[in-house]
């Protein structure tokens, strides 16, 4: 009960969130339209009887109640569509806007990176329609409700048993409720799938992966796999869509056999004189008015329950958003210091992702020093990036605590902590818009030309407005009017960029930034990110944090971390961890060979 409680006032609260007049407009034409809908079979009753007794009088009311009627739902479904039509879009960017709030809002990467939680994700954004306009569904089954209440009133004036003929119906209204969470339950099953063919008209669609498919010859494999995949899905809708006609067919053949017992009592009560001819049409009229509402009841009870089902799914990602957030925001905030003096510590940290068995950090201790630039080097999957989320807050330690100046990370606010770090990562995004916001988004607090030079100055990308058509007006990425798509190096640049617009940061990340750049061009690139980081060591007493393979450029680095097998094997300077001889020797001379 709690949960249809909170599910009915979501729906509720986005209409009216988002346009309270017209949702209380839509309710009143939505209903207006369908109650008077049945009076015209009283106009029809007082127009026969009118006629059958002579009576001109009677008979002109009769009509023109019918006209009356005919001319009022003709005004309120104009009414009613062209307020729907206004609420609709006034919801979607009302809900647009709560989406991507709940969805950027969630702190932490684990719902995009667990398959499980992308699969509820993926059906809340799948079911994005139905979510367009909640109340929609409300006010059309409340009309329902309105309209086939309307017919009782004229069935019982004839006898009260006719009364009873919408009783019916119930069959029909429970074989839709059945097949409606029946196909519920089938898109929570294929939500994976779903997402499969997705990703397969992505990939021979998009730009991404155009080479890889026409080099391998792809196409026609992709093409094939995804019809196997939707027509193993179009089987299991065909089945259900079988199993549903037969209920829905067996519960209108109910309410038809209803509708024909209605209709031959009210003949026998005009034949015994105790109904008119006039009553027995508009029995009969009431019967075809009562069946187009009990399919309209139907159809608007399956669409509300629906919608139900994608507000459910809506209040699972605000509950997960909420707990998300409840998980990292201290009982006892403390904030960022505003100048590191000692460091950062992570003492007997471990961390296995959720889902998993195996950890990916074991019981990792280290001191970072203020002011120092320190490197991360090791294998792919030795941990490195996952350290780097964890000093992100992207993920909590399974175990162990993270220190800045002796504080415990988790007591300092996430977004207080975040708005001292700058980063550059290698998975970097090709964020579309004008250059100068496109760089200038790395520090929303700072906006104009000077600090976005500042920052193409720092990440040694000075030609990068000239090499643009309109310079910092250059819209970016061929996805809109007008723009202009980079070389994945000038895209780096632009990312690097945006990792250079803050000033003051205490913790500068960069997680193999200038991975597809050449080893001289990114060794160039670190020594100027290295006086750079010097300046902010002196300023903030800034950690720069880098992340490289390449260890031509990481002996730079005041304190080098080797790690390996989720713990720092070794730890030292560069001239220090080749004296020792150890793993990061060994794998320095490797690569120094191939570099011969």
């Known amino acids: 009960m709690r949960d249809l409680v909170r599910g009915v006032r979501l729906m509720l609260g986005i209409s009216f969130g988002a346009d309270a007049v017209r949702s209380v407009a839509a309710l009143i034409t939505t209903?207006?339209?369908?109650?008077?809908?049945?009076?015209?079979?009283?106009?029809?009753?007082?127009?026969?009887?009118?006629?059958?007794?002579?009576?001109?009088?009677?008979?002109?009311?009769?009509?023109?109640?019918?006209?009356?009627?005919?001319?009022?739902?003709?005004?309120l479904t104009w009414a009613s569509f062209n307020v729907r039509m206004r609420l609709r879009e006034n919801t979607q960017v009302h809900l647009d806007a709560r989406l991507m709030t709940l969805t950027a809002g969630i702190p932490g990467l684990e719902h995009h990176e667990r398959p499980e939680y992308l699969d509820k994700v993926e059906l809340v954004r799948s079911e994005r329609e139905a979510l367009a306009n909640p109340f929609n569904p409300i006010s059309w089954t409340v009309a329902s409700l309105v309209g086939g209440a309307s017919v009782l009133a004229p069935l019982a004036a004839v006898h009260p048993l006719?009364?009873?003929?919408?009783?019916?119906?119930?069959?029909?209204?429970?074989?839709?409720?059945?097949?409606?969470?029946?196909?519920?339950?089938?898109?929570?099953?294929?939500?994976?799938?779903?997402?499969?063919?997705?990703?397969?008209?992505?990939l021979t669609t998009q730009a991404a992966s155009a080479k890889e498919i026409r080099i391998f010859g792809l196409a026609d494999e992709l093409v094939s796999r995804r019809r196997r995949l939707f027509d193993d899905l179009e089987r299991a809708r065909v089945g259900l869509a079988r199993a549903t006609t037969v209920m829905a067919s067996i519960g209108w053949a109910m309410f038809g056999a209803g509708y024909l017992a209605g209709v031959g009592f009210a003949v026998h009560l005009a034949l015994t004189g105790r109904a008119s001819v006039g009553a027995v049409v508009m029995v009969l009229a009431l019967g075809g008015e009562l069946n187009q509402q009990l399919a309209?009841?139907?159809?608007?009870?399956?669409?509300?329950?629906?919608?139900?089902?994608?507000?459910?799914?809506?209040?699972?990602?605000?509950?997960?958003?909420?707990?998300?957030?409840?998980?990292?925001?201290?009982?006892?905030?403390?904030?960022?210091?505003?100048?590191?003096?000692?460091?950062?510590?992570?003492?007997?940290?471990?961390?296995?992702?959720p889902g998993t068995d195996k950890p990916v950090l074991d019981n990792v201790d280290v001191f970072l020093p203020a002011g120092a630039t320190v490197a991360i080097v090791g294998d792919n999957g030795a941990g490195k990036t996952t350290l780097v989320k964890l000093l992100c807050r992207f993920y909590e330690p399974t175990e162990g605590t993270i220190t800045v100046d002796g504080t415990r990370?988790?007591?300092?606010?996430?977004?207080?902590?975040?708005?001292?770090?700058?980063?550059?990562?290698?998975?970097?995004?090709?964020?579309?818009?004008?250059?100068?916001?496109?760089i200038g988004v790395g520090d929303l607090e700072r906006q104009g030309d000077a600090p976005v030079l500042t920052a193409l100055q720092r990440a040694a990308a000075t030609d990068l407005p000239a090499a643009l058509p309109h310079g910092l007006d250059t819209?970016?990425?061929?996805?809109?009017?007008g723009g202009v798509d980079l070389s994945l190096g000038q895209w780096q640049k632009v990312a690097l960029a945006r990792a250079m617009m803050r000033n003051a940061p205490l913790l500068v990340i960069l997680d193999e930034p200038t991975a597809s750049l050449d080893a001289a061009t990114e060794h160039s690139l670190f020594e100027r990110f290295a006086g750079a980081a010097h300046r902010a060591a002196a300023g903030s007493g800034a950690i720069t944090l880098l992340v490289s393979h390449r260890f031509s450029t990481v002996r730079m680095a005041d304190l080098i971390l080797v790690v390996a097998g989720g713990r720092i094997a070794e730890i030292g300077d560069h001239d220090a961890l080749v004296r020792v001889g150890g793993l990061y020797a060994e794998l320095y001379e490797l690569q120094r060979r191939a570099y011969r």
Do not use: C
């Open 475 to 481: 819209q970016l990425g061929r996805d809109f009017q």
């Open 162 to 202: 006719l009364a009873l003929l919408p009783l019916f119906g119930l069959p029909s209204i429970v074989a839709t409720f059945l097949a409606e969470r029946a196909a519920d339950r089938l898109r929570e099953r294929h939500a994976e799938s779903t997402r499969r063919l997705r990703h397969l008209l992505e």
């Open 31 to 75: 209903s207006g339209q369908l109650a008077a809908l049945p009076f015209r079979a009283v106009g029809m009753k007082i127009l026969i009887d009118g006629m059958a007794a002579h009576d001109h009088r009677r008979a002109i009311a009769g009509a023109v109640v019918i006209a009356a009627i005919s001319a009022l739902g003709r005004i």
């Open 296 to 353: 309209e009841l139907t159809s608007n009870a399956s669409w509300l329950v629906h919608t139900y089902r994608a507000i459910q799914r809506l209040l699972w990602l605000m509950d997960y958003a909420a707990s998300a957030r409840a998980r990292v925001e201290p009982a006892s905030a403390v904030p960022p210091p505003e100048r590191l003096v000692r460091g950062i510590a992570l003492a007997g940290v471990s961390f296995t992702y």
């Open 409 to 438: 990370l988790t007591q300092l606010p996430i977004a207080a902590w975040r708005r001292r770090i700058s980063a550059g990562f290698q998975d970097f995004g090709r964020l579309q818009l004008v250059a100068r916001e496109s």
